[in-house]
Each structure stands twice: as C-alpha cells, then as structure tokens.
C-alpha cells in the first residue's frame, strides 16, 4: 500500500462551503520529476489536497513546526 492510501485510509479532510456543505478534500497528485519516488522528499513537502466542487486547496504536513508563507 503507498503512502496516499495510508494517509487516507487514516483521516478524511473535508471543508465547509459558504451554503453550508461539506465537502471532501482529494488528494491532489503534484508535479512528476525524478525524486518522486524518494519517500523522505515526501515527509517535508507534504500533500495537497483541493476540494473538487470549488478547488479549495490546503497541504497537510507532519508536525514539524514549520511554516509555509
């Protein structure tokens, strides 16, 4: 099993629409380059998600403290 079906099959991410539905975050695949399969590249970069209906986006990333600005 990859690493995207354990994120999911651990947590679902879901975002509120100003009408007031849910809607479920999809992870997004990102751009394919060579160090794509490098499990650690992975670990800080993060994975994006993006709402299907409006294209909301958000990166969820392990607990490193970090900030993306």
Not at 8 to 15: F, I, K, S, V, Y
Not at 36 to 62: F, K, M, N
């Amino acid at each position: 099993m990859d690493q995207a079906r354990v994120r999911e099959a651990m947590m679902r991410l879901e975002h509120r629409h100003s009408d007031g539905s849910w809607s479920r975050l999809e992870p997004r695949p990102q751009h394919h380059d060579s160090t794509e399969h490098d499990p650690e590249r992975g670990w800080t970069d993060g994975q994006l998600y993006a709402c299907p209906t409006c294209d909301e986006q958000v990166i969820v990333r392990g607990g490193t403290g970090d900030t993306h600005e």
